[in-house]
């Protein structure tokens, strides 16, 4: 799979791939590179780099530099096309060479400094990593001054805000969902005791984290979607499944969310770290 937004950031470059290592590629000692992943190789080693045949056939050629992801030595791995009609490349695994991941961790590749890096780490740790969403204290704060009266904690409130979000637009879209969970309308909603209103909080569904990388402006009223804060909670923790019906569920009741930045539901299970990995 090529990498998304979060993992260029991440890892700051625009060419990267991942995927997951099955039971059989671990066993076997050999990852199968097809698609993104056999493409990305080609480009970086050049196709009349890359032996065609068995590794015996020519173990010079067969041999690749690669730079151990976050160590940054040189390892030395097999790279093949096992068979010269398929585009799929062959890359072996080895303890002794210094890559041999674990089954169902997540294996990476990605170019930066003209070096290819590879790495791997366990599925939980890979999506803790590439989440670009954050629930930080800034967050509470703004929260919390969505159900604030009081002018004085408003302005409080509102200078911690790292993200120095409008709480009037966030207010704006709370009414015109009649203070209403937009993920389930039927969600109960508690009253707050400092506006007598129902408490809902606003979530930006394309992160405000990403701000800093596009001149459209991401705290408009239709990126504020007004959640209860159950559903809050989970669109930033829950486990994948329920987060990314969160997410889908959002986008079919405005799907003019997409055109803000030009994201596709999947670049959104990106961003949030829920998407499906192969
Ligand atoms: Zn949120
Ligand atoms: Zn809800």
Not at 56 to 68: T, W
Not at 105 to 112: A, H
Not at 166 to 190: T, V
Request: glycine content about 2%; hydrophobic content about 35%; aromatic content about 10%.
């Amino acid at each position: 799979m090529k990498f998304g937004k979060n993992q260029k950031l991440k890892f700051d470059t625009d060419t990267g791939s991942y995927s997951l290592v099955t039971d059989r590629e671990n066993f076997d000692s050999q990852l199968t590179a097809t698609d993104y992943e056999a493409q990305l190789l080609v480009d970086y080693f050049g196709d009349s780099n890359i032996l065609v045949g068995p590794k015996k056939d020519d173990p010079q050629k067969a041999a690749k530099d690669f730079k151990h992801y976050p160590s940054g030595k040189t390892i030395t791995l097999n790279l093949v096309r096992p068979k010269p009609e398929k585009t799929e490349l062959r890359l072996y695994l080895s303890s002794r060479a210094g890559f041999k991941p674990e089954p169902n961790s997540i294996w990476f590749m990605f170019v930066k400094d003209s070096n290819l890096w590879i790495g791997s780490m366990p599925e939980t740790e890979w999506r803790n990593e590439n989440s670009i969403i954050i629930y930080d204290e800034s967050e509470e704060v703004y929260q919390d001054s969505l159900a604030e009266l009081d002018e004085i904690k408003i302005k409080n409130l509102k200078a911690k805000d790292v993200f120095s979000r409008d709480r009037n637009l966030a207010i704006k879209r709370i009414k015109m969902e009649n203070y209403a969970c937009e993920y389930n309308s039927s969600h109960n909603i508690f009253i707050s005791r400092h506006t007598n209103l129902p408490f809902l909080e606003a979530h930006h569904l394309i992160p405000m984290s990403l701000q800093k990388l596009t001149a459209q402006k991401l705290d408009v009223l239709d990126n504020i979607f007004s959640l209860c804060p159950y559903c809050h909670r989970a669109i930033h923790h829950a486990d994948k499944n329920l987060t990314r019906n969160i997410i889908d569920k959002l986008v079919d009741k405005r799907p003019q969310v997409l055109d803000i930045m030009n994201v596709t539901p999947a670049d959104l299970f990106g961003l949030y770290s829920v998407e499906e990995i192969y």
